[in-house]
């Protein structure tokens, strides 16, 4: 029987607390979620304008003006707001509390008295509402809106914008099935919106909406096509007959394989899994599952970065990972990481903890710079500044990441997924706490208080104090098991077990617990050589680097000139570096010899390549275009 695990992680109760991510997390509260704020008020000079704040003012009467911006440009502000809910569970903050107050009460004054609401349709067509579903976002926006209101609540306890997504809610849930309205989302994301309402309510409508939507994808493939020829009018250039794009091709769960648009996808694998659970339905979780192995085992970069093709920021074939026109967008990441948080609450597997921890030390984190103000939305593996961003092919492949960009979705999906990282970290049953994460920290649960000391990404060290409640001091603690760990030891109260119930890579250790009680697990975290199946072609004869969950990389800042000469000799030992807390806000380098391959006379010629050994220097991966324009690259040559 297919079973929800994992009951919902109440963030006001986790506490992050270690050398890695509490800088991470306070650079969120302290940094981004200002400086995303005075972007939305077009407060910032010398970046892209957003007006999204503005838009909601305009909506709701309180200031004169045209919509600027996206279609979607609704969303920036939801998901900032979300960030910001997630931000109050780290700390208070009275004076950002009160100006999300306000923005909510704009936002509530913005709400049409049908209870629709989006600005763009408000201000500038609203005569062409629900007549473009393909294209226009409506949905999306209110989805993430609604995401925003469940985790504000849960933050604060104030229920204003709840109730105003509730009232949208209803509004929707009239027009596509009280009316009987044909229709599914252009964007997934409402899916996910709705369940979160579901969850923080209890109410049986939401979780109906969301069912209703995620059947109804794929049984008419060719609505969108229907919908576009019936208005006549586009708003942007996209392709009904694509049904693949926006994964309507076919019922979601007949569907086998990632297809089109990867952060649509994702999103929508993600709802879906969350409604397999919460509805024991078996064919929907086997949906999920075959997806999820098609991702991660044939069209999932090193980096857990997903959507290899910059037309429709979509997945193609098997094994397309180019490096150098990858897409890679840093909000498909995101969605990778929620997409497998929803499969370890059916399922707890390390196939889905490995992966998401992946995502996050690479493809998430590597989004944004590390003074939190400049944001990637495409995640390149191989950087050259005279081609990448300049020319056609490569114009999407940005070798600095901007301050801000016209749609700005990614900037503030990072702020709220660091700012609610706790949720990644844990997960609780009724008699199992689970560590899918090595976080530093306190965590309170119904069964104990736990205390990690965690020397993660640098050192595999991990300490665990339990202090059950004494409620019901027997359970189990289960500790994820990294596939990376070679040599791993588990010791309880400092001596090491003889045998050790091993599941599905999670050590269960289930005991009577006493205060006091301590798990340490140690394992080994060498430097590997990672390499790829032939079928990608791009990788044949090439080699990347990874430490523990980390992958590394090689730039000019390091290595000079023509980083695409060097080849890391196969026979030469990686040495660790010593942990350098100046460099790079605090990394551990990777060195190891290499060859330089050149001639630099012609441009054809017979005979043999100059050659010299050179000490080559890798960072992590998430570090890189922090020291200027330089070269990058994450496979090299080996011989």
């Given amino acids: 029987m297919i079973k929800k695990i994992n009951r919902d992680i109440d963030l006001k109760r986790v506490k992050i607390s270690d050398t890695f991510w509490s800088k991470r997390q306070a650079l969120i509260t302290d940094t981004v979620i200002p400086y995303q704020e005075k972007i939305l008020d077009d407060k910032v000079e010398g970046v892209e304008k957003s007006h999204a704040f503005a838009n909601f003012r305009i909506a709701a009467g309180l200031e004169e003006g045209e919509f600027f911006g996206m279609v979607f440009q609704d969303s920036d502000v939801a998901k900032w707001l979300e960030a910001v809910a997630y931000s109050l569970c780290i700390k208070q903050d009275a004076d950002l509390e009160k100006r999300a107050d306000e923005i909510i009460d704009i936002i509530a004054k913005a709400q049409q008295p049908d209870g629709y609401l989006n600005t763009y349709f408000t201000i500038k067509e609203p005569e062409k509402r629900w007549k473009n579903l393909h294209e226009c976002h409506e949905l999306y926006c209110a989805g993430h809106m609604m995401e925003a209101a469940a985790a504000y609540y849960k933050a604060t306890g104030k229920d204003k914008l709840l109730n105003v997504m509730e009232r949208m809610s209803d509004h929707i849930e009239n027009h596509f099935v009280t009316e009987k309205r044909e229709g599914i989302p252009g964007h997934q994301e409402i899916e996910i919106g709705l369940m979160k309402l579901y969850h923080v309510t209890g109410k049986e409508k939401f979780l109906k909406l969301a069912l209703h939507f995620i059947n109804e994808r794929g049984k008419d493939p060719e609505f969108f096509i229907r919908e576009n020829n019936n208005r006549g009018w586009k708003h942007e250039i996209l392709d009904p007959y694509n049904t693949k794009y926006n994964q309507s091709y076919a019922p979601v769960r007949e569907q086998k394989t990632a297809e089109g648009h990867s952060v649509r996808a994702v999103y929508m694998y993600t709802a879906m899994a969350d409604l397999a659970a919460v509805t024991a339905d078996k064919e929907?979780?086997?949906a999920c599952e075959l997806i999820w192995n098609n991702i991660v085992n044939k069209r999932m970069y090193i980096t857990g970065g997903i959507g290899s093709n910059a037309h429709g920021e979509s997945f193609t074939i098997d094994y397309d990972l180019p490096n150098d026109s990858v897409y890679a967008e840093t909000c498909a990441s995101i969605g990778l990481m929620f997409f497998a948080r929803e499969m370890l609450d059916v399922c707890p597997s390390g196939k889905y903890s490995d992966v998401m921890e992946l995502a996050l030390y690479n493809g998430v984190l590597s989004g944004?710079?590390?003074?939190?103000?400049?944001?990637?939305?495409?995640?390149?593996?191989?950087?050259?500044?005279?081609?990448s961003?300049?020319?056609?092919?490569?114009?999407?492949?940005?070798?600095?990441?901007?301050?801000?960009?016209?749609?700005?979705?990614c900037p503030p999906n990072v702020a709220r997924l660091l700012a609610?990282?706790?949720?990644?970290?844990?997960?609780?049953?009724?008699?199992?706490?689970?560590?899918?994460l090595f976080i530093g920290g306190t965590a309170e649960f119904d069964l104990a208080t736990?205390?990690?000391e965690s020397e993660l990404p640098w050192q595999g060290k991990v300490y665990y104090t339990v202090k059950p409640t004494g409620k019901n001091p027997e359970f189990s603690l289960a500790i994820r098991i990294p596939l990376y760990a070679k040599k791993v030891n588990i010791l309880l109260n400092g001596e090491e077990q003889e045998e050790n119930d091993i599941r599905d890579q999670y050590c269960y250790i289930n005991r009577c617990w006493k205060e006091g009680d301590t798990v340490q697990l140690i394992f080994d975290m060498p430097a590997r050589r990672i390499y790829t199946n032939t079928q990608v072609k791009e990788n044949i004869g090439c080699v990347a680097i990874m430490r523990g969950p980390v992958v590394y990389c090689f730039e000019g800042i390091d290595n000079g000139e023509n980083i695409h000469e060097l080849h890391i000799t196969k026979s030469e030992e990686i040495i660790v570096g010593e942990y350098e807390p100046t460099l790079l806000n605090g990394i551990v380098p990777l060195k190891i010899k290499g060859t330089r391959l050149f001639h630099h006379d012609n441009l054809y010629f017979e005979g043999e390549y100059s050659k010299k050994t050179e000490q080559m220097t890798a960072i992590p991966y998430y570090a890189w275009g922090n020291r200027g324009l330089n070269q990058m690259r994450v496979w090299m040559h080996e011989i």
């Fill in 284 to 286: 929907l979780l086997k």
């Fill in 368 to 387: 944004m710079q590390l003074d939190g103000k400049r944001f990637f939305y495409v995640n390149p593996l191989e950087v050259n500044p005279e081609i």
């Fill in 389 to 409: 961003g300049q020319f056609f092919g490569f114009k999407h492949v940005l070798p600095e990441r901007p301050g801000w960009y016209q749609c700005a979705c």
């Fill in 420 to 436: 609610s990282l706790g949720k990644y970290q844990w997960g609780e049953g009724e008699n199992t706490i689970f560590s899918h």
């Fill in 450 to 452: 736990i205390i990690v």
